[in-house]
C-alpha cells in the first residue's frame, strides 16, 4: 500500500471546503489523490449508486438540501444534548474509536456504507478498498501527529486502531463496513430523534409563545376593567358628595320656607315686607340651584349606570373567556392527561390569579351598586321619558356573575382513580379558585364526597335538587374541611384515604358489561359570603367518569371504557355520552398518548399502520385515514382467528413493555409491531445471524425474537425462526437483554446492529462462580435454544422451520453429578427421546417454570434402572 504524506492543515481546511458537495465517485477520486489512497478498483459501484454519500442519504431522508451549506451529520451530532451524546460514546466503545470518527468525519460521511450489500460477492472489492483507504488515511494522520507532543495521546490511539483494523479486518472487510452500518445507523436515528424532538420543542415554545400572549392579553383585560372600577368608584364617591351637598341645600330651602311662613303669620309691617322679599329671593335662588343640582345628580346617576353597564359587559367577556374558555380549556387538558397526554398542571395557579382578581373585582363593583342602590333609596328621581332605568338589571347582573363564578370555579384538581377498584383506597383533591378572596378562607367550608350512577349526574346538570342527597355506594372518610394555605393562597381540601364500600350497580342493557358502566364522584359544599349571611352559595361539582371493579383482571377492559370516554367526550355533553364509532387517526393519537405515556417511547407511523391492519385488515402501506372503528370493534369483538380483542392485545404489550422492555423500546432496539411475514422478509434481505424483536400475535403480552439461520438440510438456502414467546413472568426470571445475550448466535439486530451494543448495557452483572457460607455453589441460569449447537444458528431439525425442535437426549451422568445446565425453556418430551413431536406450522414452543424440570429429576432418580446405564 502507498502511503503518501497527509497535506498541510490549512490545505486539508480548503480541500473540505472546496469539496463539501461533492458525492459518490467524483468526491471519492478527488479524496483519494489528496489523501494518497488508491482508486477504487471497481467503479461500476459508483456508477450503480452515484450519488449515495452517507451525508446525502441523511439529508435526502430529512428533506434537506445536500449543498455545501448543508449542516454535516457528525455536526448535528456534536450539539445533541448531553445525556444523548453518553448514548454516542456507548455505541462508538464497541469496535470503532470515537476519536476517529471525529477526525475523519468528512471522509466517513462521503462513503456510502449503506448501500453495500453484505451478501452480495460483487460488493467485496468496496469494502477492500474502503478499509484500505480508512487504514491509509490513519497511518497518514499518524505522520502528519509524529512531531506533534500535543497529540501524543491520539497517535496512539489512531496507530492501535490501525493494528487491531488489520487484524480484524484484511481478511474480513465486510467486517468494518458492518461495524460503521451499525454506528452510523445508531448515529444517524438519535440525531433524527433530537431533530423530531426539537421541531416538537419549537412548536411546543410557539404554543408557550401563544399562550403567553392570551395570559397577557388577559391580564390586561382585568387591568383596564380594575381601572373602570376604581374610576366608577371616583364617580360614586364624587356623586355621593353632591347628593350630600343637594340635601344641604334642600334642607337650607326648608330653613327659608318656614322663615316665610313665619313672617307671613306676623302683622303687616315695613320690615315684614322687606324680609319676604329677602327670604323670597333666596328661595328663588335655592330652587334654581336644587334644580340645576338635581339636574347634575341625575345625570352623574345615569352616566354612571352606563360606566357600570360597560364594566359589567367586559367583566361578562372576561369572565367568558376565564371559565368558558380556559378553564373548561384546563379540564379538557387534565381529561386527556388521564390518556398520557402531557399537562401543565402549574396552569391552574394562573386561572386562580385570574379568578381571584375577577372576584375582587365583581365584587367592587357590585358593592358600588348597593352604594348606587341607597343613594337612590334617600334621594329618589325619576328617570326622565325616553331613558332606561339600569340598575336594577346591573344589580342582577353582577349578582349573576359573581354566583356563576363563584360555582365555576368549585373544581375537582386531582381526579380519583378512574378505575376504581371496590374496597381499595384512593384520594381526591378539591380547589376552591376564589378562595382566598371574599374572606371565605375565614371560615372554611366542609365538603362531602359521595358516588353516583350517570343516570344521577344527568338529573343533576338538571338542576334536580332531590338527587343531590341521592348516592348509588357507599364511600368512607368521604367528609373534610378545607384548609387555607397562606403561602400559596390556596383553599382547597385532600380526601386522602377515602373507600368504595358498596356500589349499586344499575341494570345492564343488552351486550353491555359491568366495565362499561360509569359513575363519578360528587363533592358538594355550602358557604356564604358578606355580612350575616348575605350571599349563600351550593356548589358541587363533578369528577372525571369512574369504572368500578371488584376484581384485578376486570382493569384492561375498565381502562378502555375510561380511555374512549376522556378521548372522544364533547364539553358540555349529557353525561357520559360518547360517540359509538370515531375516526381510525383520533384513535391512533389516542393509542400514541397512552402507549407514550407508558413506555417513554412514541409509536411512529409505521407502527400506527400496523396496528390500523391488526383491525381492518390490509397492508402496512395502505390508507387509514379516512377509516372510522365502533366500540364494539375495540374492546368487545375478538380480533379474527383470535379469542382477545384488539384493546386487550394492546394494553398487554404496553404493559410488559413498560415493566420489562422500556430501555430497549426508547433505544429503538425493539421493532415490536411487524408481521411474522414482514419479519420474514426482512430477516432474509438481510446476514445470517441478524434477529429483531416482534409482539406476539396470537398471545397477549408477548415477545418473541426471530432470526434468519442457515438451513441444514438445503445447503445454501436459509429460513427464518420465531421463537416462542416470552412473557412478564419469563422477565422476572431473567432479563430480555440477557436472554439475547445468552443465544451466542444471535450476533445482529435488525437491520446490522451489533447485539453487544444495543443489549449490553442492560445486562445484569455477570454472574460469577461463587460459594455461599454454605459451601454451596451457585446455580447459573441461562437460555438455551433446543438443538442449536455452537456452530450453526439453526435447530438441529429442520422438519419445521417455524419451530424449534427438541434437544438431543440428556446424558444420566450429567444428571447424577449435577452438572446439568438449568434450561428455562423445555419441553417434557425433550427427556424421552423416542417420543415423536407433530407440530404444524405455526406451533411453537411453550416455556415453563424452572421447577417442572427438577421435579422430573427428582422423580427420575427413583427409578429402579436409573444411573445403571
Known sequence: MDICKRPKREENTAFYESAGDSTGKDFQQSYNREHGVRDCKFPGFYNEFPQLSLGTMYHKKQGLSTCAHSMSLWTKTQQLPQEVLRQIQDVYSHGLPIEVRHYFAQWIEQQPWMEIEEENPQHESVAQELLDGLITILENKCSEFSNDENTFLIRLKFQETVTRFKDLYLNNPMGLVRVFKACLGVEMRLVEQATNTQTNTMQEMDMAHEQQEKNQAIMRKIEGIQRATKATDNDLKDLQLKQESFVIEYQNQLKINALINQYQAEQNSAKKTENLQILEKKKTELEKNLYSAAEVLLQLRLALADKHSQTFQDLESLQKIVIDEELINWKRKQQLAGNGVPFDTGMLD??????????????????????????????????????????????????????????????????????????????????????GKLNIHMSPPSVKATIISESLARSLLKNDQKCKSETSGEIVNNTGTMEYHSATGQLSITFRNMQLRKIKRADRKGTEAVTEEKFCILFQSQFTIGGEGELVFQVWTLSLPVVVTVHGNQECNALATVLWDNQFSEPGRVPFVVPEAVPWPKLAEMLNSKFTSMTEGPLTKENLNYLATKIFGGKVTDDFTQATLQWSTFNKDSLQTRNFTFWEWFFSVARITKDHLKGPWKDGSIYGFISKIESQERLLAKQTGTFLLRFSDSETGGITIAWVADDISKPGDRQVWNLAPFTAKDFTIRSLADRIMDLKDLKFLYPDISKDMAFEKYCNQKDKVSKSIEGYINADLRTIIPGMTSHNASPMSTDNPQTPQPLSPISNDSLGHNQMDTIDEMCPQQMNPTLSLDYNPNDIMEGFDIGDIGDYVMTLSKTQDFGQT
Open 350 to 435: 394562573m386561572l386562580q390569579q385570574w379568578s381571584e382578581a375577577l372576584a375582587d373585582t365583581v365584587w367592587k363593583n357590585r358593592q358600588q351598586i348597593l352604594k348606587v342602590e341607597g343613594l337612590r333609596a334617600s334621594l329618589p328621581m325619576d328617570v326622565p321619558a325616553g331613558k332606561v332605568d339600569l340598575l336594577p338589571e346591573l344589580n342582577q347582573k353582577i349578582t349573576g356573575l359573581l354566583s356563576s363564578l363563584v360555582t365555576s370555579t368549585f373544581i375537582v384538581e386531582s381526579q380519583p382513580p378512574q378505575v376504581l377498584k371496590k374496597d381499595s383506597r384512593f384520594s381526591a383533591t378539591v380547589r376552591l379558585l376564589v378562595g
